[in-house]
């Protein structure tokens, strides 16, 4: 079957099936979406519904194990960090006021805003102390232990009520970045559950069902102002035309993530998008660590294996940019002047063959969970076979596969959200990283990044920065092949939400979100 022939069945199904209303088939949390008695087929002004793509029964409250789009979006509206990062991309304060370093970038002054916890609580230094120490401890297996690698805990103090002094291991002027990734949050001091879930956010935990929904209710005394909606809901629904007929039907107000191939025509029928570029990415990645992917020939080889264009125009329907793969292509520090790397089935094979592994076979392990993931997977097993290599496809369920595959396998999947360049880094690729998929482990690497990160001088990070991404331009085991926009669907009456290149729907931020 040729590339055209897939593109165009993909089409024909799409429009005889998926946007025919009922013909869509739900399940799990996408059919209860639609039919519980806790839904109904239109919303009032007082209650904001969302549909985000679900994590099935595996789905939390607890930010430090967020995985899932769903995950994500709850742990935003009650969760919050001391910095977050604005529709463009750029770290901006949220409960911190002030954030100040020393002439060294080692030890960083920190001081938090009036704010109140849900209980009523006001917001302290020893709240923002007892965060970190959790995070940081190994046993509580939080995302955030990654980014917050360099915080000597022990010799962190407060000042007073409102400020703490944070001491790093070593210098770091970029630590606000990482105080804003989306797993580093303050909570309560003494917090060790999550089932009934209490922080500074916006909106407070109501009720939750795993792959189903969630309740939440405003925060009267949220120190930004109270939301404008009484009453927030958000629903799984995993299928992406079930979010768009759940959007028509009136069952939801808002989804995340139109998936490309319903972008045209989704604007009827009281249906309006807001879009914006990003740096969200679907990716393979090749565990260095495991054969064949020790050899770097054949890592080259099978990123020369991914037409970027074709996927670009056929995954993600033209609503994306070229990727190079390397993360982060609006941050100020990405490498611009590499090589873009192009489709190249000649040179694969001729790399292969050098390898001793020409005629190579591999699974890779793929499926829905992420946007445009499984469309560009079957793209790449269809590109690779110009060059002699063989991918078989290993499909997952959507609910399974952050549990069963991601991580475990050698050839898979991932999706990240848009994120600063040194936040990518220190989640994927630096020393504890909590999600190295490459298995990426190399001293040079890290004392560049060191470098950078420990420098005031705005030329020395830039160049240590760009030579670190060179050297995981040329051996590293990421397939980057494209950026998709974020497109995001409303009802015309949903105002107040601003398209961001972080996440969907502004980065889940509902604050400013109301219903005429």
């Known amino acids: 079957m040729t590339m055209s022939e897939i593109n165009l069945n993909r089409r024909r199904l799409l429009a005889n099936g998926a946007l025919a209303g009922g013909a869509v088939v739900l399940g799990g949390g996408a059919l209860s979406a639609c039919s519980s008695s806790g839904s109904s087929t239109s919303s009032s002004s007082r209650t904001l519904r969302v549909g985000v793509l679900g994590g099935g029964n595996a789905e ?16 935003a509206q009650i969760f919050e960090g001391l910095t977050t990062f604005d529709p463009s991309g750029k770290v901006v304060n949220r409960l911190a006021e002030s954030l100040e370093p020393d002439v060294a970038g080692q030890v960083w002054t920190i001081r938090v805003k009036e704010a109140t916890f849900h209980d009523g609580r006001p917001l302290r230094a020893d709240d923002v102390l007892y965060s970190l120490q959790y995070m940081a401890d190994p046993k509580n297996k939080a995302d955030a232990a990654a980014a917050l690698s360099l915080v000597d805990v022990p010799r962190c103090k407060k000042v007073d009520d409102r400020t703490v002094q944070v001491v790093l291991s070593r210098p770091n002027f970029l630590f606000p970045t990482l105080l804003g990734e989306r797993s580093v949050a303050i909570m309560p001091m003494g ?23 969630s309740r939440f209710l405003r925060y009267e005394d949220y120190y930004g102002g109270a939301p404008k909606v009484e009453e927030l809901e958000i629903v799984s629904i995993d299928d992406a035309a079930a979010r768009l007929n759940a959007l028509r039907s009136g069952t939801v107000d808002v989804i995340a993530e139109v998936s490309p191939e319903l972008i045209k025509g989704a604007e009827s ?12 990415f679907s990716t393979m990645y090749m565990r260095m660590s495991k054969a064949p992917f020790t050899d770097v020939r054949v890592r080259q080889a099978m990123r020369l294996l991914a037409d970027r264009e074709q996927m670009i125009d056929n995954a993600l329907f033209g609503a994306g940019s070229l990727g190079n793969d390397l993360s982060s292509p609006f941050d100020p520090y990405y490498a611009t002047d590499l090589p873009q790397r192009s489709y190249d089935p000649d040179q694969a094979r001729s790399l292969l063959k050098a390898a001793g592994a020409e005629g190579l076979t591999v699974e890779l392990h793929t499926s829905d969970a992420g946007l445009a993931m499984l469309q560009s997977s079957t793209l790449y097993a269809a590109q690779a076979a110009e060059a002699g290599v063989t991918v078989k496809l290993k499909k997952w369920p959507t609910s399974e596969y952050w549990s069963r595959a991601w991580l475990k396998e050698p050839f898979a999947c991932s999706h990240w959200g848009g994120r600063p360049l040194i936040s990518h880094l220190q989640l994927s690729a630096l020393p504890g990283a909590s999600y190295n998929e490459t298995d990426w482990h190399s001293p040079d690497f890290n004392k560049l990044v060191d470098t950078a990160v420990a420098s005031a001088d705005e030329g020395v990070r830039r160049e240590a920065l760009v030579d670190a991404q060179t050297m995981l331009h040329e051996e590293g085991g990421y397939v980057i092949w494209g950026f998709a926009k974020n497109v995001d669907a409303l009802n015309s009456r949903v105002q107040g939400i601003t398209p961001s290149a972080i996440r969907p729907l502004g980065n889940y931020d509902f604050r400013e979100a109301s219903l005429s």
């Open 60 to 75: 939390t409250l607890n930010f430090n194990s967020a995985l899932s789009e769903t995950d994500v979006a709850r742990t």
């Open 191 to 213: 917090t060790k559950t999550f089932d009934k879930p209490i922080g500074t956010g916006p909106f407070k935990f109501d009720s939750f069902k795993p792959g189903d929904r």
């Open 269 to 280: 029928g009281g249906v309006k998008l807001i879009q914006t570029t990003s740096g969200s």
